[in-house]
């Protein structure tokens, strides 16, 4: 029971870094947002403004995918509280965990590219 209660605690503490990393990233999209608007403002052409709706477009996918996660993240912390006092839990906890793990380094994969998609955007026209 207690290599158990451990395995748990750091199964926990994935899922806090996880939390954590989310609500940076909703942080910076809110930023990258904002500079979109400061870019829209200059009214730099049709070119520009399809450049700028499909970052905005991918944006509010980028926060959809992040409600997701957030509350896959919430029920996994349930699932973990329900588990510590029962038995035989260890057996499919960890590849539900890993399915999680996946997609959420997936998901960080595709923040980042996006993150550098707009960084150069930023660079051409702000």
Known sequence: MESQLLFLSD???NLEVWKRELKFQESEMDYFEEK???VAMRKLGSDVMVQLEGFQNKIIREREVMGHLR???RMKKRE???IKYQENSEVKFPEKQTLLRDEMKTFVKMHYDLKEDMMDFFLKYL
């Open 11 to 13: 199964l926990n503490f």
């Open 36 to 38: 979109l608007e400061h």
């Open 71 to 73: 509350h896959r993240i």
């Open 80 to 82: 973990i509280a329900q």
